[in-house]
């Protein structure tokens, strides 16, 4: 079903009327992980300000660590939700488990399928009984052929709106937190119809490095990008290391839209 030979033309996935997968580059944004109404309401601000489209935060958060912070589950889908009907942005976040799924087809825009999910294969079919637009995450040390197959998972179910997201993938190198593999875009271009949105952050683990990766999904054709900003990352729950703060996201987004313009 996500084979190019029986589609030819691409797919459009429709969040609410906001097009992934079409002319423009999508720029979704946000912090690791939902804290607190506070810093989430001022992340949201401070994104739509800076030109994101969509707003990113996870409630429900998969941390290497048991004893690391968990997110705040229902309330942090509660605190989403408020910051989508003040700043409009659409919401994009992680769901871990099916049991979870009514409340997350009630109040969220994407459903997001993380990297350590991408194979759990009845949670995939569980998505895929819904209709709901889903971000499918490139797991650490999965083939793309393997990656497609996990959308196979979805789109068997009944649900076309599959939207690709690679995330670096484990390697050798340890002076980036993974690897990113930008040749991706073009070959699931080739092989599929659906979109694809690239993840510099947690690509790279280092907000340093995140703009220069940025510009370069989106000159080889990337459809979106997803991106970690804080305002006080120096403090953040999580993933603080790879955050952008809001000024410098802003700066990416311009320098973003132009390289966008020329391609
Ligand atoms: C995330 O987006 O916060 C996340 C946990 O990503 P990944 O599944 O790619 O590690
Ligand atoms: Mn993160």
Known sequence: LANRMFH???????????????????????PCAVENRESILSAARAVKDAGADMLRGGAYKPRTSPYAFQGL???????LTEARRETGLPVVTELMSA??????????????????????FD?????????????LKRGL??????WIMAAEYIMSEGNPNV????????TFEKFTRNTLDLSVIPII???????IVIDPSHATGDWKLVEAVSLAAIAAGADGLIIEVHCDPQNALSDG??????ENYASLVEKGRKIAEVI
Do not use: W, Y
């Open 141 to 146: 040390a999965n083939t793309i052929e393997e």
């Open 99 to 120: 049991d979870k799924l009514d409340e997350f087809v009630e109040n969220v825009d994407i459903i997001q399928i993380g990297a350590r999910n991408m194979q759990n």
């Open 73 to 79: 589950g229902t309330q942090g889908i509660e605190l």
């Open 123 to 135: 949670l995939l079919k569980a998505v895929g009984r819904t209709k709901k637009p889903v971000l």
């Open 163 to 170: 939207i690709f997201c690679e995330r670096g993938i484990r």
């Open 241 to 246: 290391a790879q955050s952008l703060k809001p």
């Open 189 to 195: 271009k080739e092989r599929t119809h659906l979109p």
């Open 8 to 30: 030819p033309e691409d797919t459009i996935v429709d969040v609410n009327g906001l097009k992934i997968g079409g002319s423009k580059v999508i720029m979704m944004a946000g």
